[in-house]
């Protein structure tokens, strides 16, 4: 029998629910066998523990009754957050972002300098031809503003007097 260790049986249930024939054997196993000896006598005190401490009965103090009622009451009365303010927190970047980007595209918007026309005058009359712009855009390095464009394709000393 000191091949066979107890440890498996002692392992698989607990100590309290070993019938009067595993018993005997687990006995007679740990006279030879020191191993399972210490196995033994730990399942045998953990099981005296634990029915030990499942067989008292703790008595909750006489205002826990009142204080758990009370926090109860304390939760359900307390108003919740409105609406509006749990909105807010969901958007708040959302909306902040928002905010900052109006900011700055009305700040370009505002302080880059356009070109009008009073200052295209000063400059000189457009030196580029209408078939230039369209058909040779592409070609030059030059870069030509919007108005430069439209003051070409649309100048007022054109030919036909529009």
């Not at 902040?96 to 009359?125: K, N, S, Y």
């Amino acid at each position: 029998m000191s091949e066979n260790h107890i440890t498996n049986l002692l392992d698989a249930k607990p100590f309290s629910d070993l019938n009067e024939e595993e018993i005997s054997t687990v006995r007679s196993h740990v006279i030879t066998c020191f191993e399972c000896r210490s196995a033994y006598e730990s399942a045998k005190i953990t099981s005296s523990l634990l029915e030990a401490r499942t067989s008292e009965t703790v008595e909750a103090g006489p205002f826990f009754k009142t204080r758990v009622m009370a926090e109860i009451r304390a939760r359900r009365l307390a108003s919740e957050e409105p609406a509006l303010m749990r909105m807010w927190k969901s958007a708040r970047a959302l909306v902040t972002t928002m905010a900052l980007l109006l900011v700055v595209l009305a700040g370009i918007t505002i302080f880059t300098r356009a070109t009008d026309p009073q200052e295209a005058a000063l400059v000189g009359p457009s030196m580029y031809s209408p078939e230039y712009v369209v058909l040779a855009r592409g070609d030059s390095d030059d870069d030509l503003t919007n108005y430069q464009v439209l003051e070409t394709i649309y100048d007022p000393e054109d030919s036909d007097g529009q």
